[in-house]
């Protein structure tokens, strides 16, 4: 049997993070060997879980004379941890289920927590061979990543990887079954005979082995507010460099048959005088112009110049240079709000909670039409976008619902649509939702 390795070293990882750290805390440590591989670079103090009893006592006798504390610790993604707030600089998990709010909990600011781990469906063709499926078919970043931002972390970095398990003969795979026993649940030679043979039937007729794919992600994130602040910067620095670049471009370079039909639902929605907030309202483009023409339009936005610009482009409308996510204001304050192209800049993370502010500004029975991802972006930078750094981030189409849906609104239509930019197709989630009465 071989098995190919991931191509970067969790264990590398671990020691630059505890190098540079002076508390850890390796959650599941199993009977403390690989702990013990890293003893070079361990902080002032390090503690180990472990909930098997026998690998407890065996992580207890190699690890406590060397002054590690070993906890015997049940460790779910519900259970709490038995540590104080802020306790570890390092939180370390290799292969064991982790809480995503109690990591978030015990890592001090500045801290990191570095998990690599099997993705749920890492072994399904392997399985389906059996007749098996996946026990835990939700095992990965998709389900973690969202969890671990909300629970306040900074992603900074999502790798996952699909590599190869290969048997040269039916003996190993029989071998690696008993040793995982939960991937084929029962599973003995007697009564997965017929699978067995089927699969040296492939051999006998010449294939060189039997081989599955495998999988393996690793997911690196920090406590402290460095990187989303830093996501904002480079939003606002940007687009003060981009502002006049991009008013040009959106008119000539992206055909885009959905902004007008969105900004015809607003018009077509609300009442001529009506009270609209335009969140990241940039330059004052068409969109905004004709807005501002019907409704009493409130746009606000992160860069100077883009406001800058507005307020030239729209002389009847205000505009506020500011930060949306430390926007200030009055319950019930508008009718509708509009945020074309913007809620895809915010720090990842923060959408869910803004949504939820945002909503308390919109009277019952008010409209939001936004634009947001289509598919997820754990945030990144794109270095040279239209000529500056530029930061993004994104969330399923699922999740957009919910957060839209949690911040009080009806979701009424949610809608993919493909846009060109330099004719290239790039989709956005439209949604149109309605905040419900008594919301
Ligand atoms: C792609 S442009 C879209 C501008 C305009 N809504 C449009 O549809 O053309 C994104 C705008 O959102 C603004 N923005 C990004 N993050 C923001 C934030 N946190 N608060 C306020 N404005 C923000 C940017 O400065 C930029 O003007």
Same mark, same amino acid.
């Given at each position: 049997m071989s098995d190919e390795q991931p191509p970067w070293s969790y264990a590398l990882r671990a020691t630059e993070l505890m190098r540079g750290a002076s508390s850890v805390v390796d959650l599941g440590t199993g009977g403390g060997e690989r702990l013990m591989e890293l003893r070079d670079a361990w902080p002032a103090? $390090?503690?180990a879980t472990e909930e098997y009893p026998p690998n407890f006592q065996l992580a207890t006798d190699r690890l406590a004379p060397l002054g590690v504390r070993v906890a015997s610790v049940r460790l779910t993604e519900m259970d709490p941890l038995p540590f *104080?707030? +802020? %306790?570890? !600089? $390092?939180?370390? *998990?290799r292969h064991s289920a982790f809480n995503c709010a109690e990591v978030a909990r015990v890592l001090a600011p500045g801290g990191t927590f570095l998990t690599q781990q099997v993705h749920g469906r890492s072994a399904e063709e392997l399985q389906a061979a059996f !007749? +098996? %499926? #996946?026990?835990? #078919?939700d095992a990965s970043p998709d389900r973690y990543v969202p969890r671990l931002a909300e629970a306040g972390l900074d992603i900074v970095n999502v790798l996952t990887w699909t590599g190869h398990v290969t048997f040269t003969d039916v003996g190993a795979l029989v071998y690696y079954l008993r040793a995982v026993p939960w991937l084929v649940p029962g599973f003995s030679v007697a009564t997965h005979v017929d699978s067995l043979l089927r699969l040296q039937h492939r051999l006998d007729a010449g294939e060189a082995a039997l081989t599955f794919p495998t999988r393996l992600y690793l997911i690196e994130a920090k406590r402290g507010l460095d990187q989303r602040t830093e996501a904002r910067r480079i939003v606002a620095e940007g687009y003060d460099r981009i502002a006049e670049t991009y008013a040009a471009w959106s008119r000539s370079r992206v055909v885009d048959e959905a902004r007008p039909r969105y900004a015809s639902v607003l018009l077509a929605s609300l009442p001529p005088g009506a009270r609209l907030l335009e969140l990241g309202c940039g330059g004052g483009g068409p969109s905004t112009r004709q807005l501002a023409e019907r409704f009493v339009l409130t746009g606000v936005d992160i860069s100077a110049t883009q406001v800058g610009m507005a307020r030239v482009n729209v002389p009847t409308a205000t505009f506020v240079q500011q930060d949306m996510l430390t926007l200030d204001v009055a319950e019930d304050s508008f009718d509708g709000v509009a945020a074309f192209y913007t809620l895809t800049h915010l720090p990842y993370g923060e959408l869910p909670r803004f949504l939820r502010k945002m909503g308390g500004w919109v009277r019952a029975g008010g409209l939001l039409v936004a634009t947001l991802s289509s598919g997820p972006n754990w945030g990144q930078v794109e270095p040279d976008w239209l000529g500056a750094p530029m930061y993004f981030s994104g969330y399923s189409m699922d999740d957009n619902k919910r957060f839209v849906e949690e911040a009080g609104f009806q979701v009424r239509t949610a809608t993919v649509e493909t846009i060109h930019e330099d004719g290239r197709p790039v989709a956005f989630l439209w949604v149109v939702a309605q905040k419900r009465t008594g919301a």
């Open positions: 103090r $390090v503690t *104080n707030d +802020a %306790e570890f !600089g $390092v939180v370390l *998990n !007749g +098996a %499926e #996946p026990l835990w #078919p």
